[in-house]
């Protein structure tokens, strides 16, 4: 069964740091793009940003309002996506979600294209940044 | 930056009726619209992918439609456990990501 499970949420002062993990299972973790996404409460979702697989060069890209301070990383070796956020404000309070992100492809005319999901998601840690 | 717009941003249905919810973009996004269904306390879940794309196990009341900036998901008999906030997504722009405000559907 594919699965993930978030941890590391909990009370930080704002200034403050904190690391999520993520622990996947039931898939091939390496092979995988990962998301990490927010939801501030009684909020719409918020897209944090994302990691692509080493194969895929690894790289990450992030929301405007969390660049500079949040990045994302993983360890292949132990199955697990991070979430390093430094500089927490009070508005960085939320549940956070890790995903997979999953693709289809299909041709149209001459080319082929992939569309990107979130397909699996974790049950959520909880951050709260107050002073 | 693409913004994404739903509509309404609240509904209240009877079980049995067909719902439509409807998502724009602010520019031309294809087929990059993806929909999720959120319960309350629980992690989003994902519904339609490619704009008309049934998620396996996703049951096939739900339907999506669309393309370039207009999209609509259709719940074509709404069954009590429908109630819940729908939101949608693109995967146009790079980064993606950005999400619609949600829909939250309500027992009349």
């Known amino acids: 069964e594919v699965q993930l499970v978030e941890s590391g949420g909990g009370l930080v002062k704002p200034g403050g740091s904190l690391r999520l993990s993520c622990a996947a299972s039931g898939f091939t973790f390496s092979n995988a793009w990962m998301s990490w996404v927010r939801q501030a409460p009684g909020k719409g979702l918020e897209w944090v940003g994302r990691?692509?697989?080493?194969?895929?060069?690894?790289?990450?890209d992030y929301a405007a309002p969390v660049k500079g301070r949040f990045t994302i990383s993983r360890d292949d070796s132990k199955n697990t996506l991070y979430l390093q956020m430094n500089s927490l404000k009070t508005e960085d309070t939320a549940v956070y979600y890790c995903?997979?992100?999953?693709?289809?492809?299909?041709?149209?005319?001459?080319?082929?294209?992939?569309?990107?999901?979130?397909?699996?998601w974790g049950k959520g840690t909880t951050v709260t940044v107050s002073s | 930056d693409i913004q994404m717009t739903q509509s309404p941003s609240s509904l209240s249905a009877s079980v049995g009726d067909r719902v439509t919810i409807t998502c724009r973009a602010s520019?031309?996004?294809?087929?990059?619209l993806n929909w999720y269904q959120q319960k309350p306390g629980k992690a989003p879940k994902l519904l339609i992918y490619?704009?008309?794309s049934l998620q396996s196990g996703v049951p096939s009341r739900f339907s999506g439609s669309g393309s370039g900036t207009d999209f609509t998901l259709t719940i074509s008999s709404l069954q009590p456990e429908d109630f819940a906030t729908y939101y949608c997504q693109q995967s146009y722009s790079t980064p993606p990501g950005a999400f619609g405000g949600g829909t939250k559907v309500e027992i009349k």
């Open positions: 490619a704009a008309s």
């Open positions: 520019q031309s996004i294809s087929s990059y």
């Open positions: 990691i692509k697989s080493k194969t895929d060069g690894g790289t990450t």
């Open positions: 995903t997979t992100i999953g693709a289809a492809g299909a041709w149209r005319d001459v080319y082929y294209y992939y569309y990107y999901y979130m397909d699996v």
